[in-house]
């Protein structure tokens, strides 16, 4: 069974290096030559793209594609989910705050389900270092939100660390529109609608130094997000498509 990884990575020469060794050393030990990681670089303006392409050289499961401009977490993972054809294919952050044998876990439990979610926020989940107040009040507000709009009774849809089958993922990647925030929720809500599986198992998590986050800003535009995919779910899509004409008019001017 060939397992595929997609790592998106925007600006993450500091990082990578160590991510890409450890999953390739793990995974080499498990699977053999039977399993690829593959890292969509997105838009980066440092040398992650020398430092990915110099492991790469080195380890021939490591493959990678550098996409110019700034196409989102999301359309890397679009990206990557379109190159890989695993019989399991997931995704994990770039930075590490999901370590090899959490994400061999996923490969474990998912058993016959078609996908499978890791949680920081059920019981069970070790989390070795919290973050701040205001990013998990924001959390679990922006949760709850997704609860009320989409019926997805996950309590962690924005963890960097899932896993599908084939199956599961070609059937909605052509379907996936949402690049940024909202990418985890339209990804679940269209597997949700296709009557696939998805479970949600508690993580161990390490939350890493160096967010680009910002907390207030991001919340809002995780807020737009929700709503625009909901009207785009709805029979108000008009709304959505006659606020892109005018957008997509008065920015050509």
């Keep these: ?3 595929s990884i997609v790592i998106p990575a925007y600006n993450e020469e500091k990082r990578i290096e160590n991510t890409l060794i450890s999953y390739y050393d793990y995974f080499n030990r498990i699977y053999s030559k039977d399993f690829e990681i593959f890292v969509v670089i997105n838009g980066s303006n440092d040398n992650t793209i020398g430092v990915v ?14 996409v110019s401009g700034k196409i989102g977490k999301g359309g890397a993972i679009i990206e990557g989910f379109k190159r890989v054809n695993g019989d399991l294919i997931g995704f994990v952050d770039a930075d590490m705050a999901t370590v090899p044998d959490a994400y061999y876990d996923l490969i474990v439990k998912l058993k016959n389900f078609d996908g499978i979610v890791a949680s ?3 019981n069970g989940a070790i989390i070795n270092r919290k973050q701040p107040l205001q990013r998990r ?6 949760n709850l939100l997704i609860r009320i709009l989409f019926g997805i009774n996950i309590r962690d849809t924005q963890c960097g660390a899932k896993l599908f089958s084939n199956k599961a ?7 996936l529109g949402i690049t940024q925030w909202g990418f985890d929720v339209d990804l679940l809500y269209l597997l949700r609608k296709k009557d696939f599986k998805v479970i949600e198992i508690p993580t161990t998590w390490y939350d890493q130094e160096g967010s680009k986050l910002k907390v207030a800003k991001t919340s809002w ?5 929700m709503i625009r995919l909901r009207l785009i779910y709805s029979r108000f899509i008009f ?8 957008h997509d008019n ?4």
């Design 1 to 3: 069974m060939k397992l």
């Design 53 to 66: 392409d110099k492991i790469s050289r080195q380890y021939k499961q490591i493959k990678y594609v550098n």
């Design 120 to 122: 920081r926020w059920i």
């Design 137 to 142: 009040v924001a959390s679990r507000a922006f």
């Design 169 to 175: 993922v070609k059937s909605v990647v052509n379907d």
């Design 221 to 225: 535009q995780m807020f737009l997000s």
């Design 239 to 246: 709304v959505v498509k006659a606020y892109d004409k005018i």
């Design 250 to 253: 008065f920015f050509r001017k």
